[in-house]
């Protein structure tokens, strides 16, 4: 009979040598005879090692390295895991039910801010219902050690009981983003069952691994276009806006999370016990993961198909690689946005490979893929990709300076208040992309000194 999982297990896509991937280990430990876990979950703060670093890979390369360590220090009774930016840790249980494991963060990089929680997971049945079980818990310990990430001051205790301090802690909406947090890898039936191939991400079958990447940089691909993809709004969904810039309250996309807020008000309002809260969102999760395995799906596949290059699932909700041309890469992210219409959509940032270099490419790619974010939720073409080098028109310009302008006004707790550190950071890149009118209107935003300054 063939065993319903994968030993042994696939490497985890992204992380140095000897990492193996969450879902494979969990299916494993699931298929054994013990009857109860101690599951440990290590997240991760990536956003500001990214704002760090200036650079998402190095930043996401920086904190994987850590997880990396961190499992390696942990011991052989664990069996780590790992996907995105978190480290599983499972073993047969040997505490009491209320005993913490030791604290598995000494060997971590001091750089790296991360957060980790505790539970104990009673297991019973056949392998299938185990697995379920294991994957269920393992998005209630990632949603705590996301709450003790940001508070370290809370004491080190069940899972559950440091959920249940959630509605003290957070508003409605900020618990609605807990809730849609990502998971370990949701997929459904048995790892071995997933499609995922040889080379394929685990939890994305069909797309290619982020480390086929490493190959195509080694070959140091002389022509076409180095393209990011990144699913806009994924939280919250993109709104329609105005000529103004400002909002008109027509949902382009729903957000994962907002369809998690009643939920989530349910919590607040007490109505709700965590458990059962868990059970009920949990299905809800996983159904956004697949729907957003389908999208990165189909637009991975609308390049490889073309043969018009390759994209690797290399961040998280989005792809990176090479491309032959932008017409081919507009037809990719237009024909996955179709597929997910009203559900979610990506922008596509590229720059033209050459003399510069890989590494030059994939900066200003970057660049190019901030300018789709300013324009989201506007008819301009240039919302689903932009190619570094191709300045906007004075109708651009103006859309993606009057979002810039919002959230500076909005001030530096607003949602997406990240992009004007991308903006600062990309100053000069945005003096080349905008008419000067325009770019004498960014200049208050985004002076020379480097101190973001509020609109007006």
């Given at each position: 009979?063939t065993p ?6 696939r490497?985890?896509p992204g992380?140095?040598?000897?990492c ?24 991760s703060g990536l956003?500001?090692?990214v704002e760090?670093?200036?650079d ?12 990396a ?9 664990w ?11 499972v073993?047969a249980a040997?505490d ?5 494991p ?9 750089g790296v801010?991360?957060?980790?929680a505790?539970?104990?997971?009673p297991?019973a049945g ?10 269920r ?7 705590a ?6 508070r370290?001051e ?11 301090r959630?509605?003290e802690l957070?508003?409605a ?9 990502v ?8 790892p071995?069952?997933s ?9 994305l079958p ?8 490493a ?5 140091r ?15 919250w969904g ?5 000529t103004s810039?400002a ?16 939920l ?15 059970r009920?969102?949990?299905p ?6 697949a729907l957003l ?9 609308g ?5 018009a ?8 909700d989005?792809?990176s690689?090479v491309?032959?041309?932008a ?5 990719a992210?237009t ?11 990506s ?5 033209p ?19 789709t974010?300013?324009?989201?939720g506007?008819?301009h073409g240039q919302?689903v ?11 651009a ?9 919002n ?6 707790g ?11 950071r ?13 770019f ?5 935003l985004?002076?020379a000194t480097?101190?973001?300054l509020?609109?007006?």
């Open positions: 009979m319903a999982y994968r030993w042994p297990p490497h985890a992380f140095p040598p000897g193996p991937d969450a879902g494979d280990v969990l299916a494993r430990f699931a298929a054994g005879g013990d009857r109860a876990a101690t599951l440990v979950v290590v997240t956003r500001a090692r760090d670093s200036g998402h890979e190095a930043g996401l390369d920086r904190v994987r390295r850590s997880l360590a961190v499992g390696r220090a942990a011991g052989e009774v069996r780590p895991g790992y996907y995105g930016k978190d480290l599983v840790l073993r040997t009491g039910p209320d005993e913490p030791p604290a598995p963060l000494a060997a971590g990089d001091s801010r991360h957060g980790w505790w539970e104990h997971v297991l056949e392998a299938d219902g185990r697995r379920t079980d294991l994957l818990a393992c998005y209630a310990v990632a949603m050690a996301r709450l003790r990430r940001d370290p809370l004491p080190q205790r069940r899972a559950v009981d440091a959920l249940a959630v509605p957070l508003s909406r900020a618990t609605a983003s807990l809730l849609a947090g998971l370990v890898r949701p997929l459904d039936g048995h071995a069952q499609g995922a191939a040889d080379g394929e991400d685990p939890r069909g797309v290619p691994s982020a480390d086929g990447l190959a195509l940089a080694a070959a691909p002389a022509g076409g276009l180095y393209a990011v993809t990144d699913v806009h709004d994924i939280e993109t709104t329609a806006r105005t810039g909002d008109d309250d027509t949902k382009l996309t729903e957000g994962n999370a907002r369809e998690l807020l009643p989530a008000e349910a919590w607040h309002a007490a109505r709700t016990p965590v458990d059962e809260l868990v009920r969102a949990y809800l999760r996983a159904r956004r993961e395995a389908g999208h990165l799906r189909a637009l991975s596949d390049v490889t198909v073309a043969g290059g390759r994209l690797f699932a290399t961040l998280g989005g792809l690689g491309v032959a041309d017409d081919a890469l507009r037809a992210v024909g996955a946005n179709r597929w997910s219409a009203g559900r979610m959509h922008g596509a940032g590229a720059a490979l050459g003399g510069a270099g890989l590494d030059a490419a994939r900066r200003r790619a970057h660049f190019s893929l901030h300018v974010k300013t324009l989201k506007t008819e919302r990709l932009h190619v570094y080098g191709q300045p906007l028109d004075r109708d310009a103006e859309a993606a300076v009057a979002f810039l302008t959230l500076s006004a909005a001030g530096p607003a949602p997406g208040a990240h992009h004007l550190s991308h903006a600062q990309w100053r000069d890149d945005w003096r080349r992309h905008l008419p000067p009118p325009r004498a209107c960014l200049e208050r985004l002076p480097g101190r973001t509020p609109a007006g």
